[in-house]
Nanobody
């Protein structure tokens, strides 16, 4: 099972920036995709961004051109640079992985979440 640890959440003003990190550990063959989801109070969880093992990023329309996702394969670490933050970005952000376990089966892992709060 892949274990994920997030960091970098906190409080920012509108227009400010935060940088989230997610480190993967545990026993697995490789991590295919690492990404971020978020959930605001009373709202459904939504996709934010992800990046595959070929370093090809994908973004939700709500964050495109403001957020940048990247990964460092050697460290099994993923980053989300969040610029131009808006109050509607306020949510708990969850790190997610889609990988392959040692047995060759697909494996999905989730972090416990980190709070991002943006004030106007």
């Amino acid at each position: 099972q892949v274990q994920l640890v997030e960091s970098g959440g906190g409080l920012a003003q509108a227009g400010g920036s935060l940088r989230l990190s997610c480190a993967a550990s545990g026993r697995f063959r490789f991590v295919k995709i690492m990404g971020w989801y978020r959930q605001a109070p009373g709202k459904q969880q939504e996709f934010v961004a992800d990046i595959g093992d070929g370093d090809s990023p994908n973004y939700a329309d709500a964050v495109k051109d403001r957020f940048t996702i990247s990964r460092h394969a050697a460290e099994n670490t993923m980053y989300l640079q969040m610029d131009g933050l808006r109050p509607e970005d306020t949510a708990v952000y969850y790190c997610n992985t889609v990988g392959v376990g040692l047995d060759g089966r697909a494996q999905i892992g989730w972090g416990q979440g980190t709070q991002v709060t943006v004030s106007s």
